[in-house]
């Protein structure tokens, strides 16, 4: 990829088809996956009671703070101190199960209706990380950030530096088969089972640990 400076890629598609698309997917996704939505709420209410959704802010376009939300995968329980337990102590078993088939994440098909996310693009990360990416890196912020961006060409490796130059080839390359291209892999990873998500978080972004090794199927 060129060390220039990147430029997001603007066409009649990116600028309207694409929002129009959005609209018309995640409100239809939205209709259709009503009953399942409801059980998860429900199952959500026994396992990991109120609230349901864990909610927390992420940047948008052009870095404009906003708040994205999924269903909690584990419970809220602390220890006698009232400190919160390890994930993985708080992990559920219906909590791994949803995040393996990434169902935690359907809420925010209502965040893609309302045009804060777009179905396909970079995926929000922590706010503050935002001090911390290169000038290169954060051109990723020049589109709406997505449900996913997954890399058409396998990594070897999948380091932060991976993640954000492949967001930074999608931001130059965006187009109607790209995206397309793009939900097709998504639904191979939900259909497959996301093991990824389950085992927990990555080394935290810092900055400094761009180049720093971690495999794909274990960190993305």
């Given at each position: 990829?060129?060390?220039?400076?990147?430029?997001a890629?603007?066409?009649f598609?990116?600028?309207v088809i694409?929002?129009?698309l959005d609209?018309?997917?995640?409100?239809?996704?939205?209709?259709?996956?009503?009953?399942?939505?409801?059980v998860?709420f429900?199952l959500?209410?026994?396992?990991?009671g109120r609230?349901?959704?864990?909610a927390?802010?992420?940047?948008g376009?052009?870095?404009?703070?906003?708040?994205?939300y999924?269903?909690?995968s584990?419970?809220n329980?602390?220890?006698?101190?009232?400190?919160?337990?390890?994930?993985?102590?708080?992990?559920t078993?219906?909590?791994?199960?949803?995040r393996?088939l990434?169902?935690?994440?359907l809420p925010?098909l209502?965040?893609?209706?309302?045009?804060?996310?777009?179905i396909?693009?970079?995926r929000?990360?922590?706010?503050?990380?935002?001090?911390?990416?290169?000038?290169r890196?954060?051109?990723?912020h020049?589109?709406?950030?997505?449900?996913?961006?997954?890399?058409?060409?396998?990594?070897?490796?999948?380091?932060?530096?991976?993640?954000?130059?492949?967001?930074i080839?999608?931001?130059?390359?965006?187009?109607?088969?790209?995206d397309?291209?793009?939900i097709f892999?998504?639904?191979?990873?939900?259909?497959?089972?996301?093991?990824?998500?389950?085992?927990?978080?990555?080394e935290?972004f810092?900055?400094?640990?761009?180049?720093?090794?971690?495999?794909?199927d274990?960190?993305?």
């Amino acid at each position: 990829m060129s060390e220039d400076m990147p430029k997001a890629r603007r066409t009649f598609y990116t600028l309207v088809i694409k929002r129009l698309l959005d609209i018309l997917l995640s409100g239809l996704a939205i209709v259709i996956l009503s009953p399942l939505l409801l059980v998860i709420f429900i199952l959500e209410l026994i396992f990991h009671g109120r609230p349901v959704l864990f909610a927390q802010e992420r940047p948008g376009l052009n870095g404009k703070i906003f708040k994205i939300y999924k269903f909690r995968s584990m419970t809220n329980e602390r220890d006698s101190k009232g400190v919160l337990l390890p994930e993985d102590q708080r992990a559920t078993k219906f909590g791994k199960i949803i995040r393996r088939l990434s169902l935690d994440e359907l809420p925010e098909l209502f965040c893609i209706f309302t045009g804060k996310m777009s179905i396909i693009g970079p995926r929000p990360l922590l706010v503050r990380y935002l001090p911390l990416y290169t000038e290169r890196h954060k051109h990723r912020h020049d589109v709406r950030p997505g449900f996913a961006c997954v890399p058409l060409k396998p990594f070897r490796t999948w380091s932060w530096n991976d993640q954000f130059e492949n967001d930074i080839w999608y931001i130059e390359n965006c187009g109607f088969i790209v995206d397309l291209k793009m939900i097709f892999a998504v639904l191979r990873e939900v259909v497959a089972g996301a093991e990824y998500r389950v085992g927990g978080n990555r080394e935290e972004f810092i900055g400094t640990n761009l180049y720093s090794d971690a495999k794909a199927d274990e960190n993305r």
